[in-house]
């Protein structure tokens, strides 16, 4: 099997899109999961819904404040006992093009998308050297190796993760943990359900037909679903993808043109 059962897992950003599927996959699985977002209401659902799959635990926490991550690590471990797979998810970023960005825009996307990522796998880290085992994944986005028009806070800053990820692999390889990174290409999540959504009531347009508009520019000629995102990252944690360390894994029907 996938050997995922009874992992300890904490998925982060984790109560709607891509996050829930991740967490539910892992639940599908026969993992314990440990969940969280900043809103209790969004904890208190996904908490309700998850629970009909599986062992699931949570907190509210906001992910680029540093008080909430450590309380978050602090109350997954009194719960779980111990963490064997850390999936880093965010929220996403506002999207703005260069000349609308404020200087607090971008420290605010640093602390969400780069030194959440780092802070958490400082204080998880740790717990998973002890055992020498572990399984770290970085969802992160396509933007990392191709530019997404109006997403400059996302473009500019993700790439630091797969950067942190590359050099983690070095640093720990021989310590019984890896490091992955898996990029969504565009997914249908209700997120971008309204921004399609707005788009069609801009253009005058039937969302329907906004919707086929982007799936045209990919080769697969639709968008993902959010569970699609969660089996690459359910591969990379099972022990199917034991020998997998360092990539940074695109999950975007084709999207990306280059070889690299
Ligand atoms: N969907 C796509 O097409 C796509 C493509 C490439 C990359 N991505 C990236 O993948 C990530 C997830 O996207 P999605 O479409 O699944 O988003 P989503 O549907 O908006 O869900 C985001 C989740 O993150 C939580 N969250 C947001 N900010 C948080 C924070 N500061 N601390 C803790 N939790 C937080 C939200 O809950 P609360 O509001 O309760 O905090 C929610 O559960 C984003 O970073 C996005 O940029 C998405």
Request: net charge neutral; hydrophobic share 40%; charged share 25%.
């Amino acid at each position: 099997m996938l050997g995922l059962e009874d992992k300890r897992v904490l998925v982060t950003a984790s109560t709607k899109g891509i996050g829930f599927a991740i967490a539910k996959k892992f639940l599908e699985f026969g993992s314990k999961v440990f969940i969280t977002s900043r809103n209790e209401e969004n904890v208190n659902k996904a908490l309700r819904e998850l629970s009909k799959y599986g062992e699931v635990y949570g907190t509210t926490s906001d992910i680029a404040k540093r008080e909430d991550r450590e309380r978050l690590v602090r109350e997954m471990l009194n719960t779980l006992g111990d963490i064997d797979v850390f999936v880093f998810n965010t929220g996403g970023p506002p999207t703005k093009a260069f000349e609308e960005t404020t200087l607090e825009d971008w420290e605010n996307a640093y602390k969400l998308l780069l030194e959440a990522a780092v802070h958490l796998t400082k204080l998880i880290l740790p717990k998973m050297l002890e055992k020498r085992y572990g399984r770290v994944i970085y969802v992160t986005s396509i933007a990392t190796k191709m530019p997404v028009e109006g997403l400059v806070l996302s473009n500019g800053i993700r790439i630091g993760i797969e950067g942190l990820m590359k050099t983690l692999v070095k640093e720990y390889a021989s310590k019984g943990v890896t490091f992955n990174s898996v990029l969504p290409g565009y997914t249908l999540t209700e997120r971008v359900k309204e921004v399609l959504m707005k788009k069609a009531e801009m253009e005058g347009k039937e969302y329907k037909e906004v919707l086929e508009e982007l799936a045209q520019k990919i080769p697969l000629g639709r968008l993902a679903n959010p569970e699609e995102i969660a089996n690459a990252v359910i591969f990379l944690a099972s022990d199917l993808g034991s020998y997998v360390n360092g990539v940074a894994l695109q999950v975007d029907g084709g999207l990306i043109p280059t070889v690299f």
